[in-house]
């Protein structure tokens, strides 16, 4: 799976102002609705869903990098929202470290596969050192969009 078939380009903030978890949330949920890739109707639902996923166990997995996620029954096609901090934010991630890139995944309920294969190519791509410290330095939203292109068709080093 290419990761731009499901970046949603509308959804891309590179610039977060927070440094605060759930608002942050918040602020992708919001990139997401404001781009059409979900429901102004099921944005409340969609950041409290995903804050109660976090509560249960953190999806910062370490090296900068959180991704939080939730099916929901309203959503019809799987989107992501990306978000940047130069700041960092505390997402209680596991190396303890704050994060500084954020992978917002919504996916349809009833889709539990193709959920499970958006997880792979995220972190597939997430897991390479040259991706993420790319990203971290992108300053623009072609910026984000030509790496995920590149990284798609396996042309960044790793």
Do not use: C, W
């Not at 976090?54 to 990306?82: D, L, N, Y």
């Not at 997402?91 to 994060?99: E, G, L, Y």
């Not at 995944?105 to 193709?114: F, G, I, Y």
Request: glycine letters at 6%; zero cysteines.
């Amino acid at each position: 799976m290419k990761l731009m078939d499901i970046v949603e380009r509308g959804a891309i903030v590179t610039d977060i102002p927070t440094g605060e978890r759930d608002d942050v949330i918040g602020i992708l949920v919001d990139a997401l609705v404001s781009s059409g890739a979900a429901s102004g109707a099921i944005r409340d639902e969609l950041v409290r869903k995903i804050i109660e996923r976090e509560e249960k166990g953190s999806t910062g997995f370490g090296k900068g990098v959180a991704v939080p996620h939730v099916k929901h029954s309203s959503v019809r096609q799987m989107r992501i929202a990306i978000g940047l901090s130069q700041k960092g934010i505390d997402f209680s991630s596991m190396d303890r470290q704050p994060v500084y890139t954020v992978f917002l995944l919504l996916s349809p309920a009833d889709h539990p596969e193709a959920h499970l294969q958006a997880m792979e190519a995220v972190f597939s791509r997430l897991s390479h050192d040259t991706f993420r410290r790319f990203l971290r330095q992108a300053t623009s939203v072609a910026d984000v969009v030509d790496l995920i292109m590149e990284a798609d068709d396996n042309k960044l080093a790793r």
